[in-house]
């Protein structure tokens, strides 16, 4: 009998610019998570969505939104903020800490991307995580 693939689901988180904010989107992404039974997903999307919302609140001036999205057995985890400006990742043996979050985004995602949104209304990074 084949699994029953889960109905779509999507939230919207949006916060102030307050660095604050992005320990209360990883409180309601756990919340969330865990009442679609995903307890599995918790660590890598706190993680992901901490990089992901940090970069936001830390290089921009505007307010941020998150945005999970279940499709399937894919959760997507992106975050918006007002600045169009690319992302961008520092080299590897760079010795600050600055500049590593895409990296960790990288390596614990299954993808990840950007692009902009509306022109110059700001850009939106998202990263996708396989649900068990």
Not at 67 to 89: C, M
């Amino acid at each position: 009998m084949p699994t029953p693939v889960p109905a779509p689901w999507e939230y919207t988180l949006y916060i102030p610019h307050d660095p604050r904010a992005v320990g209360i989107c990883r409180r309601a992404l756990r919340d969330i998570l865990t009442s679609h039974h995903l307890p599995a997903l918790v660590e890598p999307a706190e993680l992901l969505a901490s990089e992901l919302l940090g970069n936001a609140i830390r290089h921009t001036k505007g307010p941020a939104a998150l945005k999970l999205r279940r499709s399937g057995p894919t959760l997507r985890l992106g975050a918006w903020d007002t600045d169009p400006t690319p992302p961008g990742t520092k080299p590897q043996d760079d010795e600050s800490d600055e500049g590593r979050g895409l990296h960790l985004v990288d390596a614990y995602a299954d993808d990840w991307g950007w692009f902009q949104v509306n022109g110059t209304a700001g850009k939106y990074v998202w990263c996708e995580l396989g649900a068990p």
